[in-house]
């Protein structure tokens, strides 16, 4: 029996098959254009200098400590920086850096750590990590294999896994900046500025993490199976022998680890440490510790620390002012030529002549006059 059906490569007779969907063509005219071009030029040039100046309120103090390792046991000036001093105490691997505030920093105050030339957005980097191991635990021959190099060693698997972990931020800071009298090296202490590591951390984070009790359960009271990652032994003195009941991590209300584990876009970046909400930072020279732990040099880069307060935009950052500045600058500009222009030798709209078959029967036309001449 024959095939009665027919076989059709007709699209469907349908909108959008047929391509009868409805549209809108803006028809660019001088009465739309150069509204716009002056609306947009008159808008954005008050908003970019608001923003603008915006930004420039945000007192910010930042200082790279990445060579604080080789400076003297006594306070001594930092070259290329105005009225900061530093020391460090290589029995206890303790940096002081000894700065001034110039002016009043308007609470909240936010104290951050500075990386450069490290890349978390690495695609291998960023995958480095078992979600599952961190929320509840998970036994070895399950871990994803995402977590190499830093998976297993001699059969026991390290907690947490992965690359990110293994390379968290170990310099501790002072949780107060401790103000000081006079700039000689036995000043005394007269006031602290206090700072907390609380809510330093995304309230959704902790949802992924969880306690010490709830890896306990899993694991057990015998941890010899689970390790600390390689660089936690040696930059956390608690971890050295290896984990017990006592000090396993508790992820959950851990905060420096959650904000580690959140990966920056970017290689330069900073990270929230602690941060001052109730009072403001007075000026005055102030000291600070560091247990200087983390190796930058090993990968080529620099670490700083960051005093800064916030405005209605966020950090201190005028790139976005300069932005709408330059847009509204430039449509004023073009504003201002297309008027002109069609001041001085206006366009008819629809006008047929303009057309190229009008424009090329003209031509002709002038031509056979000529010759006819």
Same mark, same amino acid.
């Given at each position: 029996?024959?095939? /009665?059906?027919?076989?059709?490569? @007709?699209? @469907?007779?349908?909108?959008?098959?047929?391509?009868?969907?409805?549209?809108?063509?803006?028809?660019?005219?001088?009465?739309? *254009?150069?509204?716009?071009?002056?609306?947009?030029?008159? !808008?954005?040039?008050?908003?970019?200098?608001?923003?603008?100046?915006?930004? #420039?309120?945000?007192?910010?103090? /930042?200082?790279?400590?990445?060579?604080?390792?080789?400076?003297?046991?006594?306070? &001594?000036?930092?070259?290329?920086?105005?009225?900061?001093?530093?020391?460090?105490?290589? /029995?206890?691997?303790?940096?002081?850096?000894?700065?001034?505030?110039?002016?009043?920093?308007?609470?909240?105050?936010?104290?951050?750590?500075?990386?450069?030339?490290?890349?978390?957005?690495?695609? !291998? =980097?960023?995958? !480095?990590?078992? !979600?599952?191991?961190?929320?509840?635990? @998970?036994?070895?021959?399950?871990? %994803?294999?995402?977590? %190499?190099?830093?998976?297993?060693?001699?059969? @026991?698997?390290?907690?947490?896994?992965?690359?990110?972990?293994?390379?968290?931020?170990?310099?501790?800071?002072?949780?107060?900046?401790?103000?000081? /009298?006079?700039?000689?090296?036995?000043?005394?202490? &007269?006031?602290?500025?206090?700072?907390?590591? #609380?809510?330093?951390?995304?309230?959704?984070?902790?949802?992924?993490?969880?306690?010490?009790?709830?890896?306990?359960?899993?694991?057990?009271?015998?941890?010899?199976? *689970?390790?600390?990652?390689?660089?936690?032994?040696?930059?956390?003195?608690?971890?050295?022998?290896? =984990?017990?009941?006592?000090?396993?991590?508790?992820? #959950?209300?851990?905060?420096?680890?959650? *904000?580690?584990?959140? &990966?920056?876009?970017?290689?330069?970046?900073?990270?929230?440490?602690?941060?001052?909400?109730?009072?403001?930072?007075?000026?005055?020279?102030?000291?600070?510790?560091?247990?200087?732990?983390?190796?930058?040099?090993?990968?080529?880069?620099?670490?700083?620390?960051?005093?800064?307060?916030?405005?209605?935009?966020?950090?201190?950052?005028?790139?976005?002012?300069?932005?709408?500045?330059?847009?509204?600058?430039?449509?004023?500009?073009?504003?201002?030529?297309?008027?002109?222009?069609?001041?001085? $030798?206006?366009? $008819?709209?629809?006008?047929?002549?303009?057309?190229?078959?009008?424009?090329?029967? &003209?031509?002709?036309?002038?031509?056979?006059?000529?010759?006819?001449?």
């Amino acid at each position: 029996m024959a095939d /009665t059906n027919i076989k059709s490569n @007709k699209p @469907k007779n349908n909108a959008i098959r047929q391509q009868r969907l409805k549209a809108w063509q803006p028809i660019l005219t001088p009465k739309n *254009v150069l509204p716009t071009l002056f609306f947009i030029g008159i !808008s954005f040039i008050p908003v970019g200098i608001g923003l603008f100046i915006a930004a #420039k309120k945000v007192n910010e103090f /930042t200082f790279e400590y990445t060579e604080c390792n080789k400076t003297s046991t006594t306070f &001594t000036p930092v070259p290329n920086y105005e009225n900061v001093k530093w020391k460090y105490d290589k /029995t206890q691997e303790i940096c002081t850096v000894q700065f001034e505030i110039k002016e009043t920093f308007k609470k909240p105050v936010f104290f951050y750590y500075r990386l450069t030339s490290f890349f978390q957005n690495h695609r !291998s =980097y960023v995958k !480095s990590y078992d !979600s599952e191991q961190l929320l509840k635990g @998970k036994k070895l021959e399950k871990l %994803d294999s995402n977590c %190499d190099p830093f998976k297993v060693k001699d059969g @026991k698997q390290y907690f947490p896994c992965g690359l990110i972990a293994n390379s968290m931020f170990t310099d501790v800071f002072d949780n107060k900046l401790v103000k000081v /009298t006079s700039g000689n090296n036995n000043e005394t202490s &007269t006031e602290t500025y206090p700072l907390t590591e #609380k809510d330093i951390a995304w309230p959704s984070d902790a949802d992924k993490y969880g306690t010490r009790n709830d890896f306990l359960k899993f694991y057990g009271n015998d941890l010899s199976n *689970v390790i600390p990652p390689p660089n936690w032994s040696i930059s956390f003195p608690e971890y050295q022998n290896g =984990y017990n009941a006592t000090n396993f991590p508790d992820l #959950k209300n851990w905060e420096h680890f959650q *904000v580690w584990m959140r &990966t920056a876009g970017l290689p330069n970046f900073r990270k929230l440490y602690s941060k001052n909400t109730e009072t403001d930072l007075k000026p005055g020279i102030y000291n600070i510790d560091i247990i200087n732990k983390y190796d930058v040099n090993r990968y080529g880069g620099t670490k700083s620390f960051v005093i800064t307060t916030t405005s209605i935009i966020g950090g201190r950052n005028p790139f976005l002012g300069i932005a709408y500045i330059f847009v509204g600058i430039v449509s004023l500009i073009f504003g201002i030529i297309f008027l002109i222009r069609h001041l001085y $030798k206006p366009r $008819k709209l629809g006008d047929h002549k303009y057309l190229s078959w009008n424009k090329a029967s &003209t031509t002709a036309t002038n031509t056979d006059g000529d010759d006819n001449r």
